[in-house]
């Protein structure tokens, strides 16, 4: 069983920053995809950002240049740093994992909040 634990979400003035951190444990197994999600009311899921094993990062047009994902393969976690945030980023935050044989995974989301 594999298990990922978000952290990091919250309430913030517009302008504000977070970060948003994601831990992976349990049955090990050959990560090469993590990523950031995001669902707000109303809209359908929309890429935050990714990363891959091999570091090649991919942004969202609604957050290019205010987001920095990083992640630590020896820790098996991920983070998104968000800078500048707007209202128009309040979301459910949803970190997914990808890797082989055909494995996909989701944490249970947080809630980032922009207040204008």
């Known amino acids: 069983q594999v298990r990922l634990v978000e952290s990091g979400g919250g309430l913030v003035q517009a302008g504000g920053s977070l970060r948003l951190s994601c831990a992976v444990s349990g049955d090990a197994f050959s990560i090469n995809f993590m990523g950031w999600y995001r669902r707000a009311p109303g809209k359908q899921r929309e890429l935050v950002a990714s990363?891959?094993?091999?570091?090649?990062?991919n942004t969202g047009d609604s957050v290019k240049g205010r987001v920095t994902i990083s992640r630590d393969n020896a820790k098996n976690t991920v983070s998104l740093q968000m800078n500048g945030l707007k209202f128009e980023d309040t979301a459910v935050y949803y970190c997914?994992?990808?890797?082989?044989?055909?494995?996909?995974?989701w944490g249970q989301g947080t809630q980032v909040t922009v207040s204008s």
């Open positions: 997914n994992v990808k890797g082989f044989p055909l494995r996909n995974y």
């Open positions: 990363i891959t094993n091999g570091g090649i990062t």
